[in-house]
C-alpha cells in the first residue's frame, strides 16, 4: 500500500465508498502477511517508495508466484522479480496473469528481471552507460527496474575509455542528465570519467566483466570507491537493480 | 569559475563594466592553471559544481598553500582543503589570509578540513546519523564539507543497532530528509536499518572504527554494500568528504 | 554409548542382566571402532553429548552406510547423516533400515540431513530466524539437527532489516527464547539487531545467500564477528549444523 | 535500569515510597539520554542483561567520563569501560569517584579494562583457557568483564596443544565447567581440542598472537570457525569482552 | 638417468658391452627431450632422486602419453603422471604397455595417480595420517606416488583432534615413524597435534575438505604454517604428490 | 581506419581517385560506428597502431559477427576475435566470409582467437617462453594475436626452473631477443630467471596453471610482479592477448 | 663491467695499453664479488644493461658503501642506490666520494635514491604522467633512474581523469612520446586513459596514494592489470626503480 | 628432561648414585611446571627432541626469565628464547647467569635469539641460502637455532635469481647439503631454483624483504608453496627458528 492508496481508502471511508469495517480489514494487514516461509512486507512501498521486490535465488517457482500475488493483492506501485530462473518466471507471470496482471520480462541472459504494475511515466532524465557490450545484461536489469519505477532511462552501450572519443560524443546527455548510472567491468575507469565531467548523481556499479586481474568485479568495485571524481557512490557488483533503486531515491 | 561567476563576468562584459580584453584573459586561463607539480582545475566548479578539493596527504605545507591560493583567485565556490595536518593547515590559512580569505577549521583528531568562501545557505535537509561516538571524526568531516556547499546537516550521533530504541526516536527525522548520510563501523548494519525505514537517498561511509573483525573498515564497507536494503549507495572507508559530495551531486 | 546408556550396562551387570564378559566385551570396544576408512566415535556422545556425526561429501555410500550403521549398533543417543547426496541418503537409510532403525530425512534442495533414533523431548525453547526466504534451507539443517537432540524449535522466517516491523512483531518470542539463531546472508545485520532486543544467547550463522558484495558469505560472517551487539557468537558460513550443535551444547 | 530495579521502583510507588510523578520522570528517561555525542542506553541492562558498555577508543577523556557517569546514575547492573588508555581510565575514574563509586582496574599493557559497581556472585564454573602466556591480556580482559557480571573464572594459561598433556592435566576442570572460554592464537587448534572432550559451550576467542602465517588472528578466526569439533562458537580476533558476555547470555 | 642407470651404463662401457658410440648417444640427450610441446628432463631423477613427473591436468592426452614413453625409454626410475583424467590415463597406460611397462594406477574419484616402474622398497617408515575419511583422496594420491619411489607407508585414516583418543591409540606408530604425512583440512589442527607428539619430520597436507570457514583449503593452509608446534613443514592444498616428494628427499 | 589508409585516401583525393564528397562521408563515420549495443571504434588503429579487437564474452554471436564486419568495413589493419565460443567463431567467420575475409582461427582449447587481414611481417624477433605444457593456450594466444601483427614469435615451450638446463639451452636465443613473453603458471619464477639473463624488453604473463597454492595464478601475479629483476611488467592472469598487444606497442 | 667497458679492455689488450695479466686478473672477477654479506654481480651491466643496484631497506650504511663502493671499482655503467634512509646515503655518498666519485641525491621524502656515474644523454622520449601531486615521489624515484640511464624525461604532474582536459592538453606529447609512464594511486584510470590515447609502450606504477579504498595500492595495481586499453602493462606498488628499468630495457 | 638425561637418572638408581625417593621426585615433576602464568614443558625435549622455546612477543621480561630458569633447571638440552626485545634479553640472562649459565646472543636488528646450553656439534652439513643481504636477519635467527642444536650450519648470502651465476657457483655445497634451507623474499624463486638443482630436502623461509607487490612476504609464501620443484616445504614468514627446528626434525 502506497502514499496514494492510503489516501484514497481514506478518501473511501470519508465519503462511505468504504466501510470502517473494510477499512479496518485492509489496514489490519500492515504491516505484513506472513505466508510461513516470507514475511510480505505491504508496508514498503509506504515507507521506501520503492516496494517489495522479490529477490529469485533460494527461492521456489511456487514462493516467487505466491509472494508476487501476494502483493499484487494490494493496491499499490511496482512489484517486480528479480534474478528470475525461467522456471520462476513461468509461475509467477501464470500465477499474476490468472489474477489479471500482465508482466514485462528482461531476459538478461544469464537470469530475468519481471515487473507488474509499472509506475506512471516520470520525466527525469536518467542516464545508463556502460563500459562495454558485455555490460549489457547488468544495463538491462537496471533499465528495466527503472521503467517499472516510470522512469525512461537513455542508454549509450559501448563508451569504456580505450575510446574516449565515444564518451565525448555524448558529453552532452551527461551534463543534462538528472542521474547517470555507469555499468563497468575491468577496471571500471568509466565511473571516474562520467564523474569528472558532470555533476549530476553518479551511480557507480561494478561488473564482472573482465579477466586477467578483474577478480570476478572486484576491481571494478574498488575502483570506483577509490575514484578521484568525488562524490561517486557504489553499488555491489552486478547490482543493476540496485542501482535503479538508488535512482529511484535519489529522484523521487 | 562556477556558472554564477561565468554569468556575471559575461554581463560585465556586456554592460562594459570589464573590457573584452580582460574577459578574454580570464577566461584564457580556463580550463586549468599549471603550477608545475599541479595543474589546478578552474573549470570543476562549473562542470562539477563542487570545486577542485586540495586533498592534503603527500603535498607539502607550500604546494597546499599555493594551490589554494590559486583556486582562491578565481571568483567561484567554496575551496576546501582535506586531511590536512597542522603545517598544512597553518600554511594555507596564513596564505588564504594574506590574500584576504578567512578559513573555517574542522580538527577531527586526526586530521583537519578547511574551508574558505562558503556557498550561501540551502534549505533542502540533510540528516547525519552515527553509528558510534567514535564514528564522530568521520562525521565532522562530511558535515564540514556540507555546510562548505551551503547546507546545514542535521547530526544524529551514537544511535546504532545495539540499541534500536535509540534510532526509532529519530524516526521522523528518517522520514523527512532529503539525504541521509550514515556513518557506521564495525558491522555497518546502521545503513541497512535506516535504508529500511525512509525511502530517502541514502549514501553510507564505513569507517574503520571497531576491532575483533572490522579489518580497518572493510567489514562495514562489504556489508554496506550488500545490505538487504535496496538502493543505499556506498563511498570509500572514513571517506566523509566523498559523502558529502555524493549529497551535493543529489540534491544539486 | 552415551551416559544413560553406559549407566543402564552397569545396573544390568549388577543385576546379572548382563554377564561381566559381555559387558566386558562392549566395553572394549571403547573408545573407537576402527573401519579402516574411518575410526568410529562412539565415546562421543558420552564426552560431547552430542554424539559422532557423519559428514557426507568425500565419503562414498557405501562408507556412509557403513559408519551410520556401526553408530546405531551402539545404544546411544542420536545419529546424523549430513550434506548427504541422495546416494549417500539411500545407502544409508536402506543400511539402517536393515538394522531395524528408520530415518527422518529433510531434504534442504542442495543436500540432505538424514537423522535416526531421536532424543526424548526436550522443553527449551530454540528461536531460528532467517532474514530471508533463501535462508530457509541452513535454518532446515540446523532445525533438523535441533529435533534429532530432542528440541521443538520455532523457525520465524524472513524477517530481515530490510522491513523491521516483521521482527518487531516477534519480540516476545526474541525475550522469552532460551537461545536464538540467526541466519542471515548478505549483511547479517540481523544478528546484531537480535543481539540488541534480546539478552538470551545468540548463534548468528552467515549465509552464502546475496550477490553484490556478499563474497559467498564471507560479508555476513565478517559483520556477524565485528557486531555491536556484545556476545553475539558465530559459526562457519551455512553451517546449520554447527548452530544447532552450540545450542545443544548451551542447553545441555 | 535492569529488571530488579525497575521492580523495586515499582514496588516503591505501590507503598508509597516513591511519588507517581518521580517515577514518572525516572521512568520518561527511558530509553536512553542524549549527551549529543552520544545516545546512552539506559534500557540495555532490562534488555539484554548485560548494560551498556563503554567502548573507549575514538572516545575522548570526557566522552568517556560523562557516559560512566551517566550509566552510574541509573539503579542497574554493572557498568564497564573497556579497551581504555590511561587518560580515560583517570578521567572515568576520578568522575565515578566524585559520584561515589570506586573502580576495577585491570590492566592488559595495551589497554585497560574498569568496571563500577559489579554485580553479585554467581556459582556457575566458567573456565577460560589460553593457548599460551601472550594470550594473557586477552584473557585478563574477558575475566575481569566475567568478575564484573559475578562469576568467578578459573584460568588456566598456556596449555596449548604443542604439549598435550598440559591440557590434559585440566581434563575434569574441562568436563565440569559450565562453559568454556578458549583464547588462543597462532593456529588455534586449543579450540577444536577443547571442544572434542567437553560438551559443555565453547566460546573461542582467536588472538593477534604469532607470526609467520598468523595474519594477525586472521588465522586463528578461521581455523575456530572451521572447527571440526562440533558447536564452537565463535567471537572477533582479541575480543575478551565479546567471549565474556557471551558466557554471560548463556549463564544468565 | 639416475645415478645406478649411469653407473651401469659406464660399467657397460668398460666391459665392451656397450660401444662408446652407443654410449655417447645415449648420453648426448642429456639433458632433455624437445617434444615441441616439452621438454622433457632426463636428468632430474640424477639431479633430484625424485624423476620427472608428468603433471596431467592443461595436457592432451597424446602429450601425456608421448611424455610418457620418452620418459620410459631412458633406464631410469619411476615414472608418474599425477591428477589425471580417464582420457589421460587411458592413452599413457596403453601407450607405456605397448612399450612393455606396465602401470599402477590409483583411482582418487576426482583424478587418479599414475605409476611405472617403481623403486625397489625401502625400510624406511613413513606414516600417512588423516583427520578424515574426507581427505583419503589426497592420502592416496601421497601413498601412491611414495609406493612409487620404494616406501611402504602405513595409513592411519581419520584421527582427527574432534575425538582425540583416535590418535593417542596411535602415539606409537608416531613416535616410531621416519616421517609423517598429515593430511588434513577443516582448520587442520592434526598437524599441530602429531608435532607436538613426535619428534619426526612433519610434511602437513591441508585439504580443500570442509565449509564454512575452510575456504577451499586455505584455513588449514594458514593454520598449518601457523603451528605452535615446531619444525613442521608445509607443502600446497591438497598436494599429497608434494608431501610425497618432501618425504623421499627427507629420506633419500 | 589506420595511418597508411588515411594517407591513402589523402592520395586519392589528390588524384582525383576518389571524390571529395566521398572523402567526407568515409571521414564522417570517425571516430566510431553506433551499432546499438556497441560503439566500434574505427580510430583505434590510427591512435594505439593495435586495432579494436572484438572481445567475445558476454556478447552473441550476431553481435561478434556485426561488429567483425563492421571493423573490415574499413580499410585499416588486422581485425581480432578473441577469447571465442565456436558458436561466435562460427558466426563471426561466415559474415566475414561473406564480406571477402578469410579467418586464421588458433583453438586453445576453452577458448579461440580469430583473426582477419594479418599485417606483413615484421622482422623483429619475438620470443614466447611457457614454463610448462599446461601453459600452452595463453601462449598460443598470444602467438596468433602476435602473428595477426606481423610477427614471427618464437616459442619455446616448457623450460621452467624445475629442469634449469632447459632455459639455458636457449640462452642465446634469450640474448638476441628484441622481446620477450614469459608465459607462466604456479610460481611464476621463469620470469625472474630470463629478466636476469637478457635486457630485452619482459613481458611477463601468469597464467592459472597449478594447484596447491597457485590461487588461480593470483600467485603467479604476485610473483611476478614483486620479481628481484629489475624491468619485468606484467600483465593479468591468462591475458596473452594483452602480453602480444605490449610486445606490438614497444616494437612499433 | 658493461659492454663498452669490455670492447675497451680487449683494444687495451691489443694496443699493449693493458698488459695480459691485468686483463686476466679483471676479467677474472667475473661474474661476482662474494663480500660475504653480498655477492656483486659485476657482470649484470653487461647482461641486462642495467647494472647491478643496491637496495637500501635491511642493509647497514656500512653495507651499502662497501657494495656501491665496489661496483663503482670496475669501469661499467651507472650505479644505483635506491630507497635509501639519511645514514645510508651519508655512508655511501661518502665511501664513494673518497673514491672519486660524485653522486645525484633526489630526496622523495620518504626515502632517496642516489646515483653514481651516469650513462650519457640519449635521445629517446620518456614522458612520465602523475595522476596527482600525491604521486610525485614515486615519480621522481623513476625520473632519477631514468636520468641515470642517459634519458631526459618529460614529467607532466597533475593531470589525472577527475580533470580530463588537464591530460588532453599534453596529448601531443602522448603520441609523440617512445615511452610513457604513467603513476597513479587511488583507482588508478589514468593508466587506461593514457593507453587510449597513444600506441607508445605504456609502463603503469600504481601509487599507495589515496585511502577508502585504495588499499595501500592494490585496488591501482588491480585496476592497471585489468585495463581495458590493450597492452598495458604494469609494475608494482609503489615501483618507480622497476617502471624505469623496464623504459631502459624498451628503449635499450 | 631429555632421552639421555632420562637414561642418566636411571642408571643413578641403579647404581645408588640417586635415591627411589629422589628419583619419584624428580620424574613427578613430568610432564610440566606450572608458575601460573606458564606451564613449561620439561617433557618436550624427550617428545619432540627440540626442546621448548620460549617466544619472548607478549611475556614481560620477569615472564621470560623465569621460564628459562626453570628450563635450564632440568639436566636437558638447549633452551633458547627467540624473538626477545632487549629488556626480556637483559632478564633473561642475568637470571640465567645468575644459575650459572652463559648465553649465546645473537642480534638481528629487531629481535634477538639467545640461547643457552648448546648440544654438542653434529656432523650433517647445513646449507642455508639467501636470495638478498636484506634477508640476513631471518638466516640468522636460522643459523643461531641451528647451532644451538649442535650443527654448523654454511650461510652463502645474496644469491637470489636475479644474477642466477651467483647460485651455480654454489652448486657443489648445494649437491652435498643433508638439508637446504632457502630464506627470499620478494618472489621467493630461489626456493624453486634450488630444488630444481639438488635433491636434498629443503626448507624454505619465505621473508616480508621486498616492496611493490610483496605483500609483507606473503608473496614469496604463496610462491614457495607453490614451487614447480617438487617436494619442497615451507614455514611461515621470516620463521628462521621454525625452519631450523624442521631441519633438526630431519637431521635428528
Known amino acids: 500500500m502506497d502514499a496514494p492508496a492510503l489516501e484514497e481508502l481514506l478518501a473511501d471511508v470519508a465519503s462511505g465508498a468504504c466501510t470502517v469495517d473494510d477499512a479496518v480489514r485492509r489496514l489490519s494487514r500492515l504491516p505484513f502477511a506472513d505466508l510461513g516461509f516470507a514475511r510480505v512486507d505491504h508496508h514498503r512501498a509506504l515507507r521506501q517508495r520503492i516496494g517489495e521486490t522479490v529477490y529469485g535465488p533460494g527461492k521456489t517457482p511456487e514462493q516467487c508466484a505466491r509472494i508476487v500475488v501476494e502483493l499484487l493483492g494490494e493496491p499499490s506501485g511496482p ?4 534474478r528470475a530462473d525461467p522456471d520462476q ?18 531476459d538478461s ?64 546527455e551527461l551534463l543534462d ?20 565531467i558532470t555533476g549530476a548523481p553518479i551511480v557507480a556499479v561494478p561488473t564482472s566483466v573482465g579477466y586477467g586481474a578483474s577478480l570476478e568485479g572486484v576491481t571494478a568495485l574498488l ?12 553499488v555491489g557488483i552486478d547490482n543493476g537493480f540496485g542501482a535503479a533503486c538508488a535512482v ?5
Chains 1, 2, 3, 4, 5, 6, 7, 8 share one sequence.
Do not use: N, Q
Open 177 to 196: 542528465a538528472d542521474a547517470v548510472v555507469v555499468v563497468a567491468g575491468m577496471e571500471g575507469a568509466l565511473a571516474s570519467l562520467a564523474g569528472g
Open 79 to 82: 512489484v517486480l522479480l528479480t
Open 109 to 172: 541472459g544469464a537470469y530475468a528481471t519481471v515487473s507488474w504494475r509499472p509506475r506512471a511515466e516520470r520525466s527525469r532524465r536518467v542516464l545508463v552507460l556502460t563500459a562495454g557490450t558485455a555490460d549489457l545484461p547488468v544495463a538491462d536489469e537496471c533499465r528495466s527496474v527503472l521503467e517499472a519505477m516510470g522512469f525512461r532511462p537513455r542508454l549509450v552501450a559501448d563508451c569504456g575509455v580505450a575510446g574516449l572519443h565515444r564518451l565525448l560524443a555524448s558529453v552532452d
Open 223 to 234: 575502483a570506483m570507491l577509490a575514484s578521484c571524481a568525488a562524490g561517486v557512490s557504489v
Open 248 to 252: 529511484a531515491r535519489i529522484l523521487a
Open 89 to 106: 518466471v513461468k509461475a509467477a507471470t501464470a500465477a499474476a496473469a490468472a489474477a489479471g496482471f500482465g508482466a514485462t520480462v528482461t
